[in-house]
């Protein structure tokens, strides 16, 4: 299970409206949108993909062992053992390289959204220009610089916590897809008492949690 990590943002309303959905969720897929023409899977096939790989020369992975075995399981590939499903899948996803230098969605929200899934939890409230949402393991830094290119002139506030009460949590503006007045809790190895203490208090707030229920 990932940790969930809580966010919220103030902004005006109608910077919080283009990232709620007629449901009135926030919705990444509004905020910043996948551009490839091919996104209706509804999951992605692992040989559809290393055959995408293949043909879109995509680097190997940065870890020794994981490049070695890549390496060896590309070198075996026959494209001729995908199915038919994969190998539609597969030209999708070269179309979408090719439109936009991404596979698929999931790629794209890892590299650009900052989050492999999408919002959830949410309560948006346009006309307050607030919302709240939560994604998994990190702040969503990605999606929000996104909106900020869209809305230039308007500042965003974004305070943050992780479930890990006291690491993983902060806050920080945007402007014109800028990051500034930032402030980020280091490590949690690297805090003394004092900042240990700072940033718990910091972060049970932002998770409206009580103290006395997180010690029990």
Not at 37 to 62: F, V
Not at 133 to 139: I, N, Q, R, V
Request: glycine share 6%; hydrophobic share 40%; proline share 5%.
């Amino acid at each position: 299970m990932p940790n969930w990590v809580t966010i919220h943002v103030k902004a005006p309303k109608y910077v919080i409206g283009a990232m709620t959905n007629s449901e009135g969720s926030i919705d990444f897929r509004l905020a910043a949108p996948f551009p490839g023409p091919n996104d209706e899977w509804s999951g992605i096939i692992g040989d559809a993909e290393q055959a995408a790989e293949i043909i879109c020369a995509k680097p190997l992975s940065n870890h020794p062992l994981l490049s070695a075995m890549q390496a060896a399981s590309r070198s075996a590939f026959d494209i001729r053992t995908l199915s038919d499903e994969s190998f539609r899948q597969f030209v999708g996803m070269v179309e979408n390289y090719r439109a936009c230098g991404y596979l698929h969605s999931m790629e794209f929200a890892r590299e650009v959204w900052g989050a492999k899934w999408n919002a959830c939890e949410s309560q948006s409230h346009p006309e307050e220009g607030s919302a709240r949402f939560d994604t998994a393991w990190a702040c969503p830094t990605g999606v929000l610089v996104e909106v900020s290119k869209r809305f230039p002139d308007d500042v965003i506030e974004v305070i943050f916590a992780d479930e890990d009460i006291g690491s993983n949590c902060g806050k920080f503006k945007l402007k014109a897809g800028e990051v500034f007045d930032d402030e980020v809790s280091p490590g949690w190895s690297e805090m003394d008492e004092e900042q240990r203490a700072k940033w718990s208090a910091f972060a049970l707030e932002v998770k409206g949690w009580d103290q006395e229920e997180e010690d029990a």
